[in-house]
Nanobody
Framework: QVQLVESGGGLVQAGGSLRLSCAASGSFLRINGMGWYRQAPGKQRELVTIITSGGSTNYADSVKGRFTISRDNAKNTVYLQMNSLKPEDTAAYYC?????????????????WGQGTQVTVSS
């Protein structure tokens, strides 16, 4: 059974920094793209940033220049370094990964989500 476990959320003042981690565990063949999404109260979940297996990245305009995504393929872990945090960054942050496994029918690609970690930025 595949799981994504997040850590690193918390309360920080505006202008501060936090680093989120998300580790994949279980039985699988490989991890393709990984990403971070966030959902603020009363709003839809939105994409923050993604990173491919080859290291290519993409960011939402609202976080460009402040957030950095990275991954350690040997540890099956993705990170989100968040700098210059703003109150509008307050949200629950979710890790997402496309993971390739093996089934009786061959290779299977599935999307997995972490449980979410709360980030609160005070003004």
């Amino acid at each position: 059974q595949v799981q994504l476990v997040e850590s690193g959320g918390g309360l920080v003042q505006a202008g501060g920094s936090l680093r989120l981690s998300c580790a994949a565990s279980g039985s699988f063949l490989r991890i393709n793209g990984m990403g971070w999404y966030r959902q603020a109260p009363g709003k839809q979940r939105e994409l923050v940033t993604i990173i491919t297996s080859g290291g290519s990245t993409n960011y939402a305009d609202s976080v460009k220049g402040r957030f950095t995504i990275s991954r350690d393929n040997a540890k099956n872990t993705v990170y989100l370094q968040m700098n210059s945090l703003k109150p509008e960054d307050t949200a629950a942050y979710y890790c997402n990964a496309e993971i390739v496994g093996v089934s009786e029918r061959g290779l299977v690609r599935s999307a997995y989500w972490g449980q979410g970690t709360q980030v609160t930025v005070s003004s």
